[in-house]
């Protein structure tokens, strides 16, 4: 059976944690994970919002005739253009670095490949919406349209789409709502803030890092030949041989070496590179870091001090809420690589399943 080519729209932020909206569209769906502060899902606003893109998509695709099949799920099959258009939607059209690419177009393909399994795993458990639920949500929409005084036939043609498009729309939002109504109590929201404590609550990590650069143009054998120098360097520091001062100012290739490494405190969003503000907040006072990396290179991390944050549940409720939906979406799409069969192909950027490392 030839593959199905998936068609994607999706608001993704490169690096970050809690994805507040996403969506997925392809032949049989269309999906929508925003929620307000009580955790519903605003499948509605989100739908009228986002398609409002859907010319400005077609266009766009028009403009990347890239027809490489990069990934597969079950018959389903992912093109490296909707990967890259996906990703310079997310960048506002900025160019990335030649260092930082890879990373950002292997997690754009780990979002849609996370998402179509979510929706594969909806179809094969019987959870499809009921013919009453996509009237309900048919007239919700249709109400809507009325007080913008639009109507639904003048919407789909003003944006490009069938009816069939949008029936498969509102099915996705019908059926991801009851999901996140089932998942995210008060209880699971509560052990979520309390196992990601550190992450939510405004705490700060004082760190200093070693910073292994690879070569201009370095093929990925070097890459592997820096984390096997840092792993060499960080026990050499836990035997006592060499300080991590010492360390950073003898092979350090970034400007804080002059300080042995330090950089200062820094806040768990929005300053590094997710990858090594990940490691940083795991880390507890005096502790070095197993090798970590970013697009920018190798480290080496170690934790100097902890500043407790003094936010609670209640401070930082949307953030947990974004946090349980990632969480749930997860669980299902590891549960659905069992039935479905994720293939990459083509040499396109992924990561190495479970991960967040780059394949070599």
């Given at each position: 059976?030839?593959?199905?080519?998936?068609?994607?729209?999706?608001?993704?932020?490169?690096?970050?944690?809690?994805?507040?909206?996403?969506?997925?569209?392809?032949?049989?769906?269309?999906?929508?994970?925003?929620?307000?502060?009580?955790?519903?899902?605003?499948?509605?606003?989100?739908?009228?919002?986002?398609?409002?893109?859907?010319?400005?998509?077609?266009?766009?695709?028009?403009?990347?005739?890239?027809?490489?099949?990069?990934?597969?799920?079950?018959?389903?099959?992912?093109?490296?253009?909707?990967?890259?258009?996906?990703?310079?939607?997310?960048?506002?059209?900025?160019?990335?670095?030649?260092?930082?690419?890879?990373?950002?177009?292997?997690?754009?393909?780990?979002?849609?490949?996370?998402?179509?399994?979510?929706?594969?795993?909806?179809?094969?458990?019987?959870?499809?919406?009921?013919?009453?639920?996509?009237?309900?949500?048919?007239?919700?929409?249709?109400?809507?349209?009325?007080?913008?005084?639009?109507?639904?036939?003048?919407?789909?043609?003003?944006?490009?789409?069938?009816?069939?498009?949008?029936?498969?729309?509102?099915?996705?939002?019908?059926?991801?709502?009851?999901?996140?109504?089932?998942?995210?109590?008060?209880?699971?929201?509560?052990?979520?803030?309390?196992?990601?404590?550190?992450?939510?609550?405004?705490?700060?990590?004082?760190?200093?890092?070693?910073?292994?650069?690879?070569?201009?143009?370095?093929?990925?054998a070097g890459t592997a030949a820096l984390l096997a120098q840092a792993e060499q360097i960080r026990q050499e520091i836990t035997a006592g041989k060499i300080?991590?001062?010492?360390?950073?100012?003898?092979?350090?290739?970034?400007?804080?070496?002059?300080?042995?490494?330090?950089?200062?405190?820094?806040?768990r969003h929005g300053v590094m590179d997710e990858a090594f503000s990940r490691a940083a907040f795991a880390l507890e006072v005096g502790e070095v870091s197993?090798?970590?990396?970013?697009?920018?290179?190798?480290?080496?991390?170690?934790?100097?001090?902890?500043?407790?944050?003094?936010?609670?549940?209640?401070?930082?409720?949307?953030?947990?809420?974004?946090?349980?939906?990632?969480?749930?979406?997860?669980?299902?799409?590891?549960?659905?690589?069992?039935?479905?069969?994720?293939?990459?192909?083509?040499?396109?950027?992924?990561?190495?399943?479970?991960?967040?490392?780059?394949?070599?």
């Amino acid at each position: 059976m030839p593959a199905r080519r998936l068609h994607h729209n999706t608001i993704f932020r490169p690096g970050a944690k809690y994805p507040a909206r996403s969506v997925c569209r392809c032949r049989r769906h269309t999906e929508c994970a925003g929620y307000d502060n009580r955790g519903r899902c605003h499948w509605l606003c989100l739908l009228l919002a986002l398609l409002c893109t859907s010319r400005l998509v077609a266009q766009d695709v028009a403009a990347r005739p890239d027809d490489a099949v990069v990934a597969t799920i079950g018959d389903d099959s992912i093109h490296a253009g909707e990967v890259n258009r996906l990703l310079a939607k997310a960048t506002g059209g900025k160019p990335a670095t030649d260092a930082a690419q890879p990373f950002l177009q292997a997690q754009v393909l780990e979002e849609i490949i996370s998402r179509c399994l979510v929706l594969s795993y909806a179809r094969r458990s019987g959870a499809a919406a009921s013919a009453a639920e996509l009237a309900a949500a048919l007239g919700e929409l249709k109400a809507k349209l009325k007080s913008q005084h639009r109507t639904l036939e003048d919407f789909l043609k003003m944006r490009g789409i069938t009816a069939d498009d949008l029936q498969r729309q509102l099915a996705w939002n019908v059926v991801w709502t009851k999901y996140i109504a089932r998942y995210a109590s008060r209880e699971r929201l509560d052990a979520y803030f309390q196992a990601h404590r550190r992450d939510l609550d405004g705490s700060r990590v004082s760190v200093s890092q070693i910073l292994l650069r690879p070569a201009a143009g370095a093929a990925p054998a070097g890459t592997a030949a820096l984390l096997a120098q840092a792993e060499q360097i960080r026990q050499e520091i836990t035997a006592g041989k060499i300080s991590f001062a010492a360390a950073a100012q003898k092979y350090s290739a970034g400007a804080s070496r002059e300080q042995g490494g330090r950089l200062g405190p820094l806040a768990r969003h929005g300053v590094m590179d997710e990858a090594f503000s990940r490691a940083a907040f795991a880390l507890e006072v005096g502790e070095v870091s197993v090798p970590v990396r970013t697009p920018f290179g190798v480290h080496l991390i170690r934790c100097d001090a902890i500043e407790p944050g003094t936010r609670q549940l209640a401070d930082v409720r949307k953030e947990v809420e974004d946090g349980v939906a990632r969480e749930l979406m997860e669980k299902l799409a590891q549960v659905e690589r069992r039935f479905v069969a994720v293939k990459y192909r083509g040499g396109f950027p992924h990561f190495q399943p479970g991960t967040h490392e780059l394949a070599q």
